[in-house]
């Protein structure tokens, strides 16, 4: 499975765009891109994934590089209940996940 | 649905006892999956069932851990016998399609002392 590079922290202003990014140079041709997050003293929740096309749910886009090597999640208007630990993850359909250490976001009022 | 559900919430023991975390996945999903989070070491998968049969077991620590899915409804998770290292929250989630898209339970939080 491909490694994946995030930030350790960030922040966002309540009702601005969150966009958090994600590196994967390794990334191979059938691997796919999933986002979770994990609010504190919850289990993780799943957001969204795609392949190579920028993906929209009523949570967040996605939006991957034509390369292939980065990604972004985009919450459109950030609220407080957006603060959480987000995880890259990308591997192939029916492998494990490797969570990692994700990047840990601070929604400011 | 009521979504996944893990019990206790909460479990505080003594070394040596043995401890047993229940988890119901929800409803017509046949993948069910163990998971351990520690501060050093993140979440970890532990095992994973399909259909109620154990799939991959490999990341289960030692022989002190086992699982079991007696049926599409129900598993456990035991600790016999328990060790303070075995404090972490312990995950239980479902899914109807693998490892993608898999709904997870509120955590047991195991205290060994």
């Known amino acids: 499975d491909a490694k994946t590079t995030q930030p350790p922290s960030m922040d966002c202003a309540e009702g601005r765009a969150a966009n958090l990014p994600c590196n994967h140079s390794?990334?191979?041709?059938?691997?796919?891109v999933y986002w979770y997050r994990q609010i504190h003293s919850q289990g993780p929740q799943y957001i969204i994934h795609?392949?190579?096309n920028n993906e929209t749910n009523e949570m967040a886009s996605l939006i991957i590089t034509e390369d292939r090597k980065s990604s972004t999640l985009i919450l459109p208007h950030a609220t407080l209940r957006d603060t959480a630990v987000y995880y890259c993850?990308?591997?192939?359909?029916?492998?494990?996940?490797?969570f990692g250490t994700g990047t840990s976001l601070t929604v400011i009022p | 649905d009521a979504g996944v559900i893990q019990s206790p919430r909460h479990e505080v023991t003594e070394m040596g006892q043995e401890v047993t975390l229940r988890c119901k996945p929800i409803?017509?999903?046949?993948?069910l999956f163990w998971y351990r989070q520690t501060m050093m070491r993140g979440l970890e998968l532990l095992i994973y069932?399909?259909?109620?049969?154990?799939?991959?077991d490999s990341g289960m620590p030692e022989d002190r851990f086992s699982a079991k899915m007696p049926n599409a409804s129900f598993s456990t998770l035991k600790i016999q016998p328990s060790e303070p290292r075995d404090s972490a929250v312990y995950f239980c989630?479902?899914?109807?399609?693998?490892?993608?898209?898999?709904?997870f339970g509120p955590g047991t939080r195991l205290l060994v002392l």
């Open positions: 989630a479902s899914s109807s399609r693998g490892h993608e898209t898999q709904y």
């Open positions: 069932f399909n259909n109620n049969v154990p799939i991959d």
């Open positions: 390794t990334i191979s041709g059938n691997e796919y």
């Open positions: 409803s017509g999903h046949d993948y």
């Open positions: 795609g392949l190579k």
């Open positions: 993850i990308v591997t192939l359909p029916g492998n494990q996940f490797y």
